[in-house]
């Protein structure tokens, strides 16, 4: 049987279609019978923050989303404040330490702000430990159910990179509003007048940060414990400037909804982009988060309003006969696209908008990027030695290059 027909529960609530699906994150047919760890999609990504309050405020008043449910002492949990947040089908879930011995202040000491965990919507918790035990992965919780008033949900975890976490969950005889434990919960925030629904509609890829030496490893990882295919590779001059260079592979599950690109750093002149994460991480992580809209400059427009830094492009990108002969027609002028430093790239398939912010947090670690899909499967390759020129110079700025 072919899974792709299916929409999750996230997409279906967020009024999402499948042709929507596949122009913004890619999505492929695949046989699901075969799949020894079937992963229907992105369940949440859970944040450690120094103050989870200001963040949860930030990214409903900067980036759009919504407050629906939340636990903190008042719901009975004394450990630590949690908010969920939805923007289309992404749902992020800020953690922020209440109790001072919570094992959440260790955590943020060490990696400051940034992704816990990485969980799972999967149709069989049970199957998908049972495979990873098998393949050696490391089981950080059995599967158990966790119940209430609004049904039960199943859920089992294994360790990936550095201090993250794959939570596993099966939600399909649950209908609260998050989890047990959490109450439903909105927000007074009012957004500015001609402000957009929201600002973006599903979770495209996240890339994580290895050790050098150690990308291959984990990469072996996906394909072993979780059955994930291999995408893409970019190695040698793909991916290096004069100053830095790093290496990356690219792992998906069987539908393509969850993409992994893992980097790590290569040899080069000065310090990567990937060695300053992992200097400032402590460690191996998710670096950036790329979000998927159907209308980038919109998108860009509101978050600049809004408050949010981008990565400068020179303008020299933009009058390159090289890029305008390689991108060919895209749905909007260069022009457009230079105002606001949006990168441009075109492969087999088809083409791509896209553009990185800044680091959202006081260290240098996680961003986000934008992301606008039209055919193309990629990541921007030709854009990469734009992009790492232009992290480059934050870099030197911060006095990290």
């Not at 495979?131 to 158990?144: D, F, N, S, V």
């Amino acid at each position: 049987m072919t899974d792709i027909v299916n929409l999750t529960p996230q997409e279906r609530e967020a009024e999402l279609d499948l042709n929507q699906l596949k122009q913004l994150v890619g999505l492929v047919e695949y046989d699901a019978d075969t799949d020894p760890f079937p992963v229907t999609g992105w369940d949440s990504i859970v944040f450690v923050s120094g103050n989870a309050t200001q963040s949860a405020h930030y990214y409903q008043a900067a980036w759009g989303m919504e407050l629906v449910a939340y636990s903190g002492p008042e719901t009975g949990n004394r450990d630590h404040k949690s908010f969920v947040l939805k923007s289309g089908s992404i749902r992020f879930v800020i953690n922020g330490a209440v109790d001072p011995e919570s094992p959440l202040v260790e955590h943020h000491r060490k990696h400051g702000d940034g992704v816990v965990d990485i969980a799972l919507e999967v149709p069989d918790v049970d199957k998908c430990i049972a495979q990873a035990r098998k393949a050696g992965a490391t089981i950080l919780q059995e599967p158990e159910d966790v119940s209430d008033e609004h049904g039960t949900v199943r859920i089992g975890a294994i360790a990936t990179y550095g201090d993250t976490r794959h939570t596993l969950v099966d939600r399909s005889r649950y209908h609260g509003a998050y989890l047990p434990g959490y109450e439903a919960r909105t927000s007074n925030f009012v957004k500015r007048d001609g402000q957009p629904k929201r600002l973006f509609q599903a979770l495209d890829h996240i890339v994580g940060n290895v050790e050098l030496g150690k990308m291959d490893e984990w990469v072996t990882f996906y394909n072993k414990v979780m059955g994930f295919v291999n995408m893409a590779e970019f190695i040698g001059d793909d991916i290096a400037t004069d100053y830095s260079a790093l290496m990356s592979k690219v792992v998906a599950n069987g539908n393509h909804r969850v993409k992994f690109p893992l980097n790590e750093p290569a040899i080069a002149k000065k310090k990567s982009q990937i060695d300053e994460y992992l200097e400032f991480y402590r460690g191996a992580g998710a670096q950036h988060l790329a979000v998927a809209t159907g209308d980038i400059l919109g998108t860009v427009d509101a978050l600049r309003t809004n408050g949010v830094e981008f990565l400068d492009t020179p303008d020299s990108y933009y009058e390159d006969d090289e890029l305008r002969s390689r991108i060919g027609n895209v749905r909007v002028p260069v022009e457009e696209l230079q105002k606001r430093g949006i990168l441009v790239d075109r492969d087999e398939d088809g083409y791509l908008l896209q553009i990185f912010t800044k680091p959202l947090g006081d260290r240098p670690t996680v961003f986000f990027e934008l992301i606008e899909r039209h055919g193309s499967l990629g990541f921007g390759k030709g854009n990469f030695k734009a992009l790492f020129e232009a992290i480059e110079r934050e870099q030197d700025k911060r006095g990290n290059l």
